[in-house]
């Protein structure tokens, strides 16, 4: 697990501060996005572990659509992705792209930072 690197894509800052010291205390490295533009070149560029990815960035719209081009990509379509989600319903909506393998986890807003770890550590780590 030392030195995982956790890309964390949230458009809030202090959700993003929280969560990325939140992971960085538990010993994995971070990668600290604030905006989808860009994003998915600094993705490939650092190839991380896994991908904590806010569907609420600039609109609903553009979360998910960052998620059906990292599952579409070829060098990242294996990596794990955590999605936060704050409206239950568009889970629903989004189900077809959330089960296409590698399946995607789900972590519903608001959420408790020891949690999320928790849910980064048996994504990534199954069975342990």
Known sequence: MAGELICILEQDPLTL???AEELE????????????????????????DLLVLDTS???????????????SDRD???????????DPSLIHTR??????PPETSVFLKPFNPEALLKMIR???????
Not at 31 to 45: F, M, N
Not at 76 to 86: G, Q, W
Not at 95 to 100: A, G
């Open 76 to 86: 990242l379509s294996a990596m794990p992705v955590i999605v936060c989600a704050s």
């Open 25 to 48: 205390e538990a010993g994995f490295a971070t990668l600290r996005l604030s905006e989808a533009a860009g994003s998915l070149v600094v993705i490939k560029e650092n190839r991380p």
């Open 17 to 19: 501060q929280l969560i």
């Open 122 to 128: 048996a994504t990534l780590h199954p069975g342990q």
């Open 57 to 71: 960035l600039e609109t609903q719209e553009i979360g998910w659509t960052l998620l059906e081009s990292v599952r």
């Open 95 to 100: 189900s077809p792209l959330l089960r296409r």
